[in-house]
């Protein structure tokens, strides 16, 4: 099973800052099946990003996502009051599929 | 519009039985694979299970492997998931997921808001 762990925690944050999430995976992932979601309280999750860097249907560009390997990110180039929710990467290229524990943002 | 709805969830008793369905419209079902994925409350996602459009590729998580199964009637655009001798540890909210194209390895794009299944005496 590929672990996946997010760092860090929890980060506390103003609007407008510049954030980079981190998700390292204990082997090797097929990029072209990692993936980062934003989950608030009550609401269903949201795909941000798929295949490590490209955005999904009507995602803002102020999300982008990097990586490869072992080694993946998640930058918010500008926070905005709604960016601030749990971030969780998932692999599928392997299974079990896996999610990483999450990081929350919260407002500063 | 596309749209998700879960239903089955409800209180159970260790080692009871519990069926959950998805209900699935806005897009031919039949053409995607479709996932379960739970949050126990206060706690991360954890993915449960996938089923491939046609049902010929399966997968579990190796928590509910030999006592979840996962299955789909696209007579019917419905996906279900069949609980066996549950446990506290699966006390969670069980969420029904699309993925955004018809790979049984994508991300998933559509979610259903879920339902609650509570496992306690």
């Known amino acids: 099973e590929i672990v996946l762990t997010q760092s860090p925690g929890t980060l506390s944050l103003s609007p407008g800052e510049r954030v980079t999430l981190s998700c390292r995976a204990s082997q090797s992932v097929n990029s072209d099946y990692l993936a980062w979601y934003q989950h608030k309280p009550g609401q269903a999750p949201r795909l941000l990003i798929y295949?490590?860097?490209s955005r999904a249907t009507g995602i803002p560009d102020r999300f982008s996502g990097s990586g490869s390997g072992t080694d993946f990110t998640l930058t918010i180039s500008r926070l905005e009051p709604e960016d601030f929710a749990v971030y969780y990467c998932q692999q599928c290229g392997s299974s079990p599929f896996t999610f990483g524990q999450g990081t929350r943002l919260e407002i500063k | 519009e596309v749209r998700l709805l879960e239903s089955g969830g409800g209180l159970v008793q260790p080692g009871g039985s519990l069926r959950l369905s998805c209900a699935a419209s806005g897009f031919t079902f039949s053409s995607y694979a479709m996932s379960w994925v739970r949050q126990v409350p206060g706690e991360g996602l954890e993915w449960v299970s996938v089923i491939s459009a046609s049902g010929g590729t399966i997968n579990y998580a190796d928590s509910v492997k030999g006592r979840f199964t996962i299955s789909r009637d696209n007579s019917k655009n419905t996906l279900f998931l069949q609980m066996n001798s549950l446990r506290a540890e699966d006390t969670a909210v069980y969420h029904c997921a699309k993925p955004h194209i018809n790979n049984w390895r994508a991300a998933s794009e559509i979610w259903g808001q879920g339902t609650m299944v509570t496992v306690s005496s």
């Open positions: 295949g490590a860097s």
